[in-house]
């Protein structure tokens, strides 16, 4: 089987790189953006940051901007019907995984109305043209949104989470600016750093892996282990640091999956609202101890990754335990929570389970679980 590696056709790194969109938009013939940003992100200032640069370039476009922190399937509806009386061409995705997943599931089904259901877009759905192209501009760095493949929409009636996985959402263009990133609260710098964090050490031991894709993972937890605790204090370089490693994580995972830590993140998003990012971090140590039997040698990388010294001399035993216990530490060290003792009610655990194992994300997980076994989970951070 050949393995596959999907990636944004241009993307632009670096402070200042939000000026580089005008001559974007304007070789490709674009008439009228349609930009996709949260309520807060207008409200504070930030996707002003980008609509003047348009404007300034003489470029017209128009706002929406009803979005939740975990999109729904009525967020992606009005979102379809704004851009459909907007007489707009492309879309500019101003925000985290929040507005660029709705980008993505609008997009998607303005090209391909047959799927405007948005249920019908669940997993891998057959969709036969490119989504409406999307310049996408992370605010956070965590989500990887602007170079994957993938989009999770909110249920809100059955109460879940569920993953799309399409070649045809890809941003055309990523442009990952730290500058957009620099007003980020500590909280949520911490909670999305550690959300780029799981999805480097999922996407490197995920079944799917394969040798580019490790090459991402390893550099990318390097990067993201160096830079986090400095982009959480808002220093430049740990703003930069963090702006590169989330998006190398990104280039990797979209393309060979995730594991558990993010189906049971999904359903604790679902139903309690759970920042997906604090989900993650809670959840990726206990996952990892779990995941340990069935990752080879991929732990000594790991934490050799995470600046632990002297892997080369310890056992298996020791390494994987050392790699577990770097990920805690940073996790404390940003803030993060240490269980789910103030999240997760009794009496959801059945429901959180069985949803996780039904994610789409859990098939790739190195360990084959089951119900059960993720309920045990749950109940060891409770």
């Not at 996709?36 to 929406?64: H, I, M, N, Q, R």
């Not at 493949?149 to 055309?172: A, Q, S």
């Not at 080369?312 to 035993?317: F, R, V, W």
Request: some cysteine.
């Amino acid at each position: 089987m050949a393995n596959r590696i999907v990636l944004n056709e241009i993307s632009y790194h670096g402070a200042g790189a939000i000026r580089e969109i005008p001559a974007e938009v304007k070789v490709r013939g674009f008439g009228k953006a349609f930009v996709c940003s949260d309520p807060d992100l207008v409200k504070f200032g930030v996707t002003k940051k980008v609509t003047d640069v348009l404007e300034e370039a003489g470029l017209a476009y128009e706002v929406y901007s009803d979005i939740n922190p975990n999109p729904t399937i009525e967020n992606v509806q009005s979102g379809v019907a704004a851009f459909q009386s907007s007489g707009a061409d492309y879309i500019v995705a101003i925000g985290g995984g929040s507005s660029m997943d709705t980008a993505k599931a609008v997009g998607i089904i303005i090209t391909n109305p047959e799927f405007a259901d948005v249920r019908s877009l669940e997993g891998v759905a057959p969709t036969k043209n490119p989504c409406v192209p999307i310049i996408a501009v992370p605010t956070t760095a965590g989500t990887a949104a602007e170079v994957t493949i993938n989009y999770v929409i909110t249920d809100v009636e059955k109460k879940r989470k569920f993953v799309c996985v399409d070649t045809h959402d890809i941003p055309v263009i990523a442009v990952i600016d730290p500058d957009m990133m620099a007003s980020m609260p500590k909280g949520l710098t911490a909670a999305t750093g550690m959300d780029a964090l799981t999805h480097a050490i999922e996407g490197y031991i995920t079944k799917g892996a394969w040798e580019m894709t490790d090459m991402f993972h390893l550099k990318a937890i390097e990067i993201i282990a160096a830079s986090l605790r400095g982009a959480v204090d808002n220093t430049p370089e740990g703003r930069e640091g963090m702006a590169l490693g989330q998006y190398v994580a990104g280039m990797g995972f979209s393309n060979v999956g995730l594991g558990i830590v993010h189906s049971m993140a999904h359903s604790l998003g679902a139903v309690y609202d759970t920042p997906h990012g604090v989900a993650n971090a809670i959840l990726l140590p206990t996952v990892m101890e779990y995941n340990a039997p069935c990752t080879g040698e991929k732990y000594r990388e790991i934490a050799r990754a995470m600046g632990v010294a002297g892997v080369d001399g310890m056992s298996q035993e020791e390494y994987r335990k050392a790699a577990v216990d770097a990920v805690k530490k940073l996790s404390a060290d940003v803030g993060i929570p240490a269980d789910l003792k103030e999240i997760v009610r009794e009496e959801d655990v059945d429901f959180l389970s069985e949803s996780a194992f039904a994610d789409a994300c859990r098939p790739g997980n190195p360990r084959d679980t089951s119900v059960e076994e993720i309920k045990g989970l749950y109940k060891a951070l409770m």
